[in-house]
């Protein structure tokens, strides 16, 4: 896991290079003047991105390269503030202190290893031997933090950081007509929605088939977005589509239940809404958002 880790850094550090490269590119963003970089520092090739155009840097955020962000801009005792994945609250015995701490030196080890062998180098070529990739990082202006304090574990935090957990989730607006005309079909029995984010959009067939198959055995209709080949074993009751207004949907009344990936914003979607969800971590943060 730690190689494909290293490795998958290694690739967005291959993209920093091709881009600080491009000439042309370079001076095009530059000819530009932009007021500041919007960056998510997961990747952390914003990060580079800002300090290379001099320009500053806000992030979106929740995940740093390896662990919670409050982890890195915030003292953080781990007495009390758990490790997300840990399964721990704020009130720990001695013994889940200690794999709280051994969590956390996990995840420090990895950062340290993806920024010796990635990022620093990058800052040594692009930027200069005299940047910290680690100082650089944490001097971003403002932190957008993709969370609501409400669902958090009493924590220190800082004066940079703004809370735009759920920013997005609003009072569901009209369906376009084709959606309103299927979910009134759904009678008593009401409607499931299923989507599993921008990323995935089709699934292995066998897969697809598994899930088409359960789908038709269910009295309720179902939405589920999906860009695959239309699986062989889909049922009446459900409707594939491309795109879908999912607040709009999970704010509907005759909404029973959401099967998503666990996404942020589809998560606090369905929390705003009071949709049950079922979840199904397919990849990154999505198990850990699930888990959680």
């Not at 291959?14 to 990747?43: H, W």
């Not at 995840?107 to 290893?113: A, G, K, R, T």
């Not at 198959?213 to 080949?229: N, S």
Request: proline share 6%.
């Amino acid at each position: 896991m730690i190689g494909m880790f290293v490795d998958s850094h290694a690739m967005m550090g291959e993209l920093v290079s091709a881009m600080l490269d491009n000439k042309e590119l370079m001076r095009i963003l530059q000819d530009s003047k932009f007021d500041l970089v919007l960056t998510d520092p997961c990747g952390c090739h914003g990060v580079i991105m800002a300090k290379y155009l001099n320009l500053p840097l806000v992030y979106n955020v929740r995940w740093l390269m390896a662990g919670e962000a409050h982890l890195a801009i915030a003292p953080s005792p781990l007495s009390y503030v758990p490790i997300t994945g840990s399964g721990h609250s704020d009130k720990m015995t001695f013994l889940q202190r200690v794999k709280n701490v051994l969590m956390q030196l996990n995840s420090l080890i990895q950062h340290q290893l993806v920024v010796k062998l990635v990022y620093q180098k990058l800052c040594d070529k692009y930027l200069g031997s005299d940047i910290d990739f680690n100082q650089l990082m944490l001097d971003a202006d403002i932190w957008l933090m993709r969370v609501d304090f409400v669902f958090e574990f009493p924590r220190p935090t800082m004066p940079n950081v703004v809370y735009i957990g759920g920013f997005q989730c609003k009072p569901a607006k009209p369906l376009p007509e084709h959606l309103e005309e299927f979910v009134q079909s759904s009678g008593e029995h009401g409607v499931i929605l299923m989507s599993l984010g921008t990323f995935v959009s089709e699934l292995p067939s066998d897969m697809a088939n598994e899930i088409a198959a359960t789908f038709a055995k269910l009295p309720q209709k179902v939405i589920w977005r999906y860009k695959g080949d239309r699986p062989a074993t889909l049922g009446n009751n459900t409707l594939l589509v491309d795109w879908m207004p999912q607040n709009d949907l999970l704010g509907h009344p005759k909404i029973k239940l959401f099967v998503a990936h666990g996404g942020t914003n589809g998560v606090q979607e369905a929390l705003y809404h009071g949709v049950p969800v079922v979840g199904l971590p397919l990849f990154s943060t999505n198990l850990t958002t699930c888990c959680v």
